[in-house]
């Protein structure tokens, strides 16, 4: 009886599928390279964003990298307030009283701040709001 135990157990181990150890498919091994290579491309854009802003009159624009994200804080503004940003194309997007904004690189002259108008390297959250780097 113990023969026949022992060799039912042996026979039910044998016959056991194996585990699936094979590599990923091509689509597979696609989708991974693509999810990657938007990760990267997402971390390059917001990386041209992190950091200080200054704007007329005291106003700042904020932004600091956290590990899936972007926290943006607006201050002097009529509405300040610390927004959570995340890459959108090659601009950085919040939601600000309900409504979607996208930050986005630009010239002091094309923010529409006269106070700008001289610098290179600014964001503009809508026209007549800017920011630039001195």
Request: aromatic residues 6%.
């Amino acid at each position: 009886m113990r023969f026949a135990l022992c060799l039912l157990s042996l026979v039910l181990v044998a016959c056991s599928p194996k585990p699936d150890t094979s590599t990923p498919t091509e689509v597979e091994a696609s989708a991974s390279s693509a999810a990657s290579t938007s990760a990267s491309k997402a971390a390059d854009v917001a990386a041209g964003y992190v950091g200080r802003w200054t704007g007329p009159e005291a106003t700042s624009l904020e932004v600091v990298a956290r590990q899936h994200d972007y926290e943006v804080t607006l201050s002097g503004t009529t509405t300040p307030g610390v927004f959570t940003g995340t890459v959108n194309g090659n601009a950085m997007q919040i939601e600000r009283n309900g409504e979607t904004q996208l930050i986005r690189h630009t010239t002091g002259a094309k923010t529409g701040v006269k106070y700008l108008a001289d610098k290179l390297d600014c964001v503009s959250v809508s026209n007549g709001e800017g920011y630039c780097r001195d």
